[in-house]
């Protein structure tokens, strides 16, 4: 071995001396070939490294982690429910190196990790001894980062275990210029903030992915603890447009009829999406005082508009709107008009009895199968 490196060195003074006097294509291949080898010692270094640094962490944290396992199983998952009243042992818990930052996490994840298997009294003994040990401060810590996969993991802890910090703290982060940190600060204002979950919508300037309005959709009808609040305040121009699309789906989702005035604001927009996502809304929400606009502005829409005021009047349903909606059934060169008149017709009911017989007794041809399409009670669309 030690005659090995004896010619490797004695290989690299020559090298040395020499390399001035080789060709440039030697020269250069050289100097490819040890920035190689130096590559692939510094990566082999590094493995090393990481693998000796594991090792010793799993010697300092194995005996941790099974002393934790233990203490959770036999004072949360085992503890008798008759037993909700009196406090936990805490003096155990203290016993554990919980003045080392690493020893507090691998307390919290295990914490997290017992609230994401269990449910019920398991999960609220988990999040009670959360609280009790004072776990948060870490990750409250966290969210002064200027790493933003610290700011993630921070309110992420947050979110999870449900722990309501000052808004102050989090609100400059729905706008961060990274778009993981507004997503996980978004939702952690839907689903911890005490009295206000959706009012960081007027902080928005960057858009709501559509994902991300799912995932609030969900978080915000989930909460039972708070009415939902009145999302007519957001239906407005001076708002970011996703905004904007994502509270009208949410008014019409719950039935708050006094959007309804804003809803109607929103037929005059330039943007053709909130526009005949407005019109969707008034029929969900089946608003009378919309028909007559409806109809009024039905001549100059595109063609995404026109199917949403034919379905809107459907669903309205007063029969103030049945004549307008006959005359664009048989006038309506428009197959998909056609469609959405005729079902609007039929979505009368009662109120259509005697104009739907005379229909099917005038029209013939694609007329009379598309009436008949949407006669079938089976047939959805």
């Known amino acids: 071995m030690i005659s090995f490196f004896n010619g490797i060195e004695s290989w690299l003074v020559e090298v040395k001396e020499n390399f001035i006097y080789l060709p440039t294509f030697i020269q250069g291949a050289i100097l490819v070939s040890l920035i190689a080898i130096t590559g692939i010692l510094i990566a082999y270094l590094n493995i090393l490294l990481l693998l000796v640094v594991k090792y010793f962490q799993d010697r300092r944290d194995g005996p941790v982690i099974d002393q934790i396992d233990a203490l959770l199983l036999e004072h949360i998952v085992q503890r008798d429910i008759s037993e909700e009243k009196l406090p936990l042992a805490l003096g155990e818990f203290q016993q554990l190196p919980l003045h080392h930052s690493w020893a507090r996490e691998l307390l919290v994840q295990k914490i997290l990790h017992y609230r994401r298997n269990f449910s019920g009294y398991v999960s609220d003994l988990a999040r009670t001894l959360y609280i009790d040990l004072r776990l948060s401060r870490d ?16 309110l992420g802890e947050l979110f999870r275990m449900e722990m309501t910090v000052e808004e102050k703290e989090v609100l400059p982060l729905v706008n961060h ?71 009208l789906k949410l008014a019409a989702h719950f039935h708050q009829f006094d959007a309804i005035p804003a809803m109607i604001s929103m037929l005059k927009t330039d943007n053709l999406e909130q526009r005949a996502l407005a019109i969707n809304s008034l ?18 829409q595109p063609l995404s508009c026109k199917k949403e005021i034919l379905k809107a009047l459907g669903r309205i349903g007063s029969g103030n709107q049945l004549e ?10 428009e197959f ?12 009368h009911k009662a109120l259509a009895q005697l104009m739907l017989k005379q229909l099917q007794e005038q029209s ?3 007329p009379h199968i598309i009436l008949q399409h949407c006669l079938n009670p089976l047939i959805k669309y």
């Open 139 to 154: 990750a409250r810590h966290k969210l002064s980062s200027s790493r933003s996969k610290k700011i993630v993991e921070g």
């Open 177 to 247: 210029r990274d778009r993981y940190v507004r997503e996980m600060a978004r939702c952690y204002f839907a689903k911890c903030s005490a009295e206000h979950p959706m009012d960081f919508l007027q902080e928005i300037s960057k858009p709501l992915l559509t994902w991300e309005q799912v995932e609030l959709f969900r978080l915000i009808t989930q909460r039972t603890d708070i009415p939902a609040p009145s999302f007519a305040r957001w239906i407005d121009p001076a708002m970011h447009p996703s905004v904007i699309s994502f509270s």
């Open 283 to 300: 029929g969900k929400l089946m608003a009378l005082e919309a028909e007559p606009e409806l109809v009024k502005i039905y001549a100059d």
């Open 324 to 333: 307008f909606l006959r005359q664009q059934f048989l006038e309506s060169e």
């Open 336 to 347: 998909d008009l056609k469609k959405h008149a005729a079902k609007s017709i039929v979505n």
């Open 364 to 366: 013939v041809g694609q």
